[in-house]
Each structure stands twice: as C-alpha cells, then as structure tokens.
C-alpha cells in the first residue's frame, strides 16, 4: 500500500520570504510519480509542480522547486519571494505507474499563509 | 490547457431525493475519470474511477448503489447521489486523465459543493 504523510497542518510566511512544505511517502514499487497540488480558496485543484522517481534532477516550475530525496522517501516543496497568492492548501501526492495502482494518494495537506 | 468542467457549481437538496453531477472534459478525451469526495479542511478521498463503457471501480466502504457512476463517453462521467441524507454534504471533485505520450496527466474540475437539508 501506498502512504504520503504531510507532518505540518498549517504553516506561515511572510510575503517574499522562502517557505519550505515537508513531504513523505511510502511505497514498494520503484516506478512513481510524485505531485504537489495547490488549492486555494476556490478550491480548484492545480498542479504545481510534478517528480518521476527515475528523474535524479530536482524538478523547478519558476519559484517553486521541489527536494526529492529517493531514498529517504521525502519530497519537499520550497517556494521562493513568497506572494499573497500563494496563499492556499497544499497537497503533496504520489502515483504508481499504471493499471490499478495508478490512482493519486493525496496526503492530509498544509495550509499555507502568506501574511503580508 | 486541459480544462474539466463540473455542473452544477453548488447544489442544495431535500433528504431523501437524488442529485446528479456532471463532470466533462472540454478538450480532451478522458478513458479514466476519477470521483473524490472532500469534507472541509480534510484531503481529497478517492470514492471511485471509471473508465469509459464499463463499470466503475469503488474504493472500500463507498456504497456503489448510493453513488452511481456512468461514463458513457470519453468527455463526459456522471455522479448520481441517489436518497441523498444530510450526511452526503461535501464538496465533490471530479478529474479526468488525458493519454498524453508516456505521461496520463490528470485535471481536476472546479468541484460540486452539495448540501443536502
């Protein structure tokens, strides 16, 4: 079975400031992705940044970039000049390649203040 | 980029009747589409997944008679609440996986919030 554990409910950060979200999953198989969602407010639902486990290379989507430490099963997501707008919840996710095993495993999620 | 719609946006209804949610992918044909239910300030629980023509597939402990699933094509899936009790108020969100080369990303909807009195 597949776990992601988020150990901080809520956290907060000035405005420009970097703010780092923690991270950890547990899986057998070897072929994964690994996600961070954001959903603000409205609630919708956006991809944020996304990890294959094969990709040594720590992914980057403008100020957000991820820490993907395969072996210690931890994938943190650092946001950089932190913005107002980044205001929301934050859910990190993985996925098994394929078949049944392909369904997203969301953890509990950090909700994240920007404070101006 | 890929957008799912859902509708209705919001919906408020009597115990004891059925309500109807519709999720389409605008852009893209979906073979899988997925059904998440989330309670507030909670994640998002994986109810059921469908793929097109056939049966879904529930999570344990979701009643497959009191959400019914059909995904009678590849951009639109529906989610009927059938004797809906006040207990079914959540938000419900759908999402739809697009084949796109190796990678099926997978989109969300806006969500379906119902309450049910």
Same mark, same amino acid.
């Given at each position: ?116 | ?54 049966? &879904?597939?529930?999570?344990? %402990?979701?009643?497959?008679?009191? +959400? ?5 094509? *590849? #951009? ?19 999402? &739809?996986?697009?084949?796109? %080369?190796?990678?099926?990303?997978? +989109? ?5 919030? *119902? #309450?049910?009195?």
């Amino acid at each position: 079975a597949q776990t992601v554990t988020q150990s901080q409910p809520e956290m907060s950060v000035q405005e420009a400031e970097t703010v780092t979200l923690s991270c950890t999953y547990d899986t057998s198989e070897s072929n994964y992705y690994l996600f961070w969602y954001k959903q603000p407010p409205s609630r919708q639902m956006i991809l944020v940044i996304r990890q294959e486990a094969y990709k040594q290379q720590n992914a980057t989507e403008n100020r957000f970039s991820v820490n993907f430490q395969k072996a210690a099963k931890s994938f943190s997501l650092k946001i950089s000049d932190s913005q107002l707008g980044d205001t929301a919840m934050y859910f990190c996710a993985l996925r098994v390649y394929g078949g049944s095993q392909g369904n997203l495993i969301f953890g509990k999620g950090t909700k994240l203040s920007v404070k101006p | 980029g890929a957008v799912v719609s859902q509708h209705p946006s919001w919906v408020i209804c009597k115990s004891g009747t059925s309500v109807k949610i519709e999720c389409r992918s605008l852009d893209f044909q979906a073979t899988t589409m997925f059904w998440y239910r989330q309670f507030p300030k909670q994640s998002l629980m994986l109810m059921a997944t469908s793929n097109e023509g056939s049966k &879904a597939t529930y999570e344990q %402990g979701v009643e497959k008679d009191k +959400f019914l699933i059909n995904h009678a094509s *590849l #951009t639109l899936s529906t989610l009927t609440v059938t004797s809906a009790h006040p207990e079914d108020s959540s938000f419900y969100i759908c999402s &739809a996986r697009r084949i796109a %080369g190796d990678y099926n990303e997978q +989109f969300f909807g806006p969500g379906t919030r *119902l #309450t049910v009195l």
